[in-house]
């Protein structure tokens, strides 16, 4: 991920909109004349993920934390989000969380991989965490992580690889 330490620095973040980078040769993501042909290569610098023959633009997790500890507090869920960068060898570029009243929390840590997010109901020991992620990431340690942070061992998974089968041997798929 080229450039991540200017958006670490909050560099180019002001409007939150950015166009396209045509000037270092990156094409909109819109402009399919120069799509390359060979996109199951495995030293194509995409962040795809190439598995068992299949290509996909990430590993999304929805994760529930079930009879979990802490969910009410943000600086514990904002220092998971930070343990669950490290350990799964993800790029962090900004956490924003925000507390209700009278109890819950909403959160996203955006990542150069892509994202995770949460949002809980500590009255019923209820987390809903989404971890996305693409390259070479390995969102599935979130879990432990997570497991360990809100101190419960009930943590269910539904593992979805986003844009599975758009992208095909023949190129994009229709």
């Not at 799509?35 to 290509?55: K, M, N, Q, S, T």
């Not at 669950?84 to 956490?95: F, K, P, Y």
Request: overall charge negative; some cysteine.
């Amino acid at each position: 991920m080229k450039d991540a330490n200017l958006f670490q620095l909050g560099i180019g973040l002001e409007t939150g909109a950015h166009e396209e980078d045509t000037a270092r040769g990156i094409t909109p993501a819109n402009d399919t004349t120069t799509l390359p042909r060979d996109v199951l290569a495995e030293d194509r610098d995409d962040h795809f993920i190439r598995r068992d023959g299949a290509v996909f633009a990430g590993t999304h997790l929805i994760i529930e934390v079930v009879s979990g500890h802490g969910l009410d507090d943000e600086a514990r869920i904002q220092k998971a989000f930070r343990d669950c960068v490290d350990t799964c060898g993800a790029t962090l570029l900004h956490i924003h969380t925000h507390k209700f009243s009278p109890q819950g929390v909403s959160g996203v840590a955006v990542l150069a991989e892509s994202h995770i997010s949460v949002h809980t109901w500590p009255e019923i020991g209820y987390g809903a965490f989404d971890v996305f992620m693409c390259g070479d990431a390995r969102p599935w340690l979130a879990v432990d992580v997570l497991k360990a942070a809100f101190g419960t061992a009930d943590v269910r998974v539904t593992e979805l690889k986003r844009g599975e089968g758009l992208v095909t041997e023949a190129g994009v798929a229709a």
